[in-house]
């Protein structure tokens, strides 16, 4: 790729990784589902008005919007409000590749390559490795909201291949329109109407920058842009940068909030990494002429889009 997309596309990763610290510091403005809340609303619109309709029925989007928007993000916000520290949870949000590759499998009938099941096995045993030292020193149920908000958004990847949309970004648009109201039931349900009015009553500079770089820069910049590379270069070329958006979210995390992980989190951490490298290594000459249905290789979805409905934040993300 040449140097000006190379940089556009670490500049995204960098965004989607310091999006974890931002998410983490507007949580100190919003309880967490209305936080979510209004980040889909502001995605939605008015960018809704500004965009073509999705082009695919209305049965994917919304249940990409619910998948997504609802359980994802919604798992991701109160996982990290729990207390999950926000570099650990950059890096396990990123087990939607696994996830993604076994869906695909049992609904769309793609065989996985060797090499992906090998990195899956590797990814899971980080996992554990994880999962084992946060029983042992802190509370499980923020850890295991991060694995069901990466097990959400690897069925939202699969419906996107499902979907097959001629405009991602469309798509991505109107699916943001699902999310807000069942959000908002939600968190006048679980957090309280007297939550809800003092978030919105107190709101301050912090608390609207916060919301607008989850929204518009992470969410609609990072897709759109994501698109775009993925548009003039090759899923190979770009994917494996995905990489690097745990990398900037560790990072961030240690140098803007101190958090330091432990030895076994480390080297849980290492083996996620490595797991996830091995799964999107490309293709083979063999494996790449394959189309015949049920023996297709996968073709995975990054971290939060793709110009092709393949199967991250995603972090939107």
Same mark, same amino acid.
């Given at each position: 790729m040449p140097a000006r997309s190379v940089a556009l596309v670490v500049l995204v990763t960098a965004i989607w990784g310091v999006n974890f610290v931002v998410i983490h510091e507007g949580l100190d403005h919003f309880p967490?589902?209305?936080?979510?809340?209004?980040?889909? $609303?502001?995605?939605?619109?008015?960018?809704?008005?500004?965009? !073509?309709?999705?082009?695919?029925?209305?049965?994917?989007?919304?249940g990409i919007g619910a998948?997504? &928007?609802?359980?994802? #993000? !919604?798992?991701?916000?109160?996982?990290?409000? =729990?207390?999950?520290?926000?570099?650990?949870?950059?890096?396990?949000? =990123?087990?939607?590749?696994? #996830?993604?590759?076994? #869906? $695909?499998?049992?609904?769309?009938?793609?065989?996985?390559?060797?090499? =992906?099941?090998?990195?899956?096995?590797?990814?899971?045993? &980080?996992?554990?490795?994880?999962?084992?030292d946060r029983a042992a020193s802190a509370p499980i149920l923020p850890f295991a909201l991060i694995v069901g908000a990466a097990g959400a958004w690897g069925v939202s990847n699969t419906l996107m291949r499902m979907a097959q949309p001629p405009d991602a970004l469309a798509l991505l648009v109107w699916a943001s329109l699902v999310a807000p109201l069942p959000l908002l039931g939600l968190s006048f349900a679980f957090e309280g109407p007297a939550?809800?009015?003092?978030?919105?009553? !107190?709101?301050?500079?912090a608390g609207v920058a916060a919301l607008l770089f989850v929204a518009i820069v992470s969410g609609l910049f990072g897709f759109a842009a994501w698109i775009a590379l993925l548009k003039r270069h090759t899923a190979a070329a770009v994917t494996p940068f995905a990489l690097l958006v745990p990398v900037f979210g560790?990072?961030?995390?240690?140098?803007?909030?101190?958090? @330091?992980?432990?030895?076994?989190?480390?080297?849980?951490?290492?083996?996620?990494?490595?797991?996830?490298?091995?799964?999107?290594?490309?293709?083979? $000459?063999?494996? $790449?002429?394959? !189309?015949?249905?049920?023996? @297709?290789?996968? @073709?995975?979805?990054?971290s939060a889009g793709s110009a092709r409905p393949a199967a991250e934040h995603g972090s939107a993300r």
């Amino acid at each position: 790729m040449p140097a000006r997309s190379v940089a556009l596309v670490v500049l995204v990763t960098a965004i989607w990784g310091v999006n974890f610290v931002v998410i983490h510091e507007g949580l100190d403005h919003f309880p967490p589902l209305l936080f979510n809340a209004l980040r889909f $609303a502001l995605m939605a619109v008015p960018a809704v008005f500004l965009v !073509g309709r999705p082009g695919v029925p209305w049965r994917y989007v919304v249940g990409i919007g619910a998948t997504l &928007g609802v359980v994802k #993000f !919604g798992l991701l916000f109160v996982s990290i409000d =729990q207390g999950l520290p926000v570099g650990l949870s950059s890096l396990l949000l =990123q087990l939607q590749v696994i #996830f993604t590759i076994a #869906f $695909a499998g049992v609904v769309l009938r793609e065989r996985p390559r060797p090499e =992906q099941i090998a990195g899956a096995a590797i990814a899971f045993a &980080g996992l554990a490795v994880i999962g084992i030292d946060r029983a042992a020193s802190a509370p499980i149920l923020p850890f295991a909201l991060i694995v069901g908000a990466a097990g959400a958004w690897g069925v939202s990847n699969t419906l996107m291949r499902m979907a097959q949309p001629p405009d991602a970004l469309a798509l991505l648009v109107w699916a943001s329109l699902v999310a807000p109201l069942p959000l908002l039931g939600l968190s006048f349900a679980f957090e309280g109407p007297a939550e809800v009015g003092d978030a919105l009553a !107190g709101l301050d500079v912090a608390g609207v920058a916060a919301l607008l770089f989850v929204a518009i820069v992470s969410g609609l910049f990072g897709f759109a842009a994501w698109i775009a590379l993925l548009k003039r270069h090759t899923a190979a070329a770009v994917t494996p940068f995905a990489l690097l958006v745990p990398v900037f979210g560790i990072a961030s995390a240690a140098l803007l909030l101190g958090e @330091r992980p432990s030895a076994l989190e480390l080297g849980g951490a290492l083996l996620v990494c490595a797991g996830l490298a091995a799964t999107l290594k490309p293709a083979g $000459a063999k494996s $790449a002429g394959r !189309g015949v249905r049920g023996r @297709r290789s996968l @073709r995975l979805r990054p971290s939060a889009g793709s110009a092709r409905p393949a199967a991250e934040h995603g972090s939107a993300r």
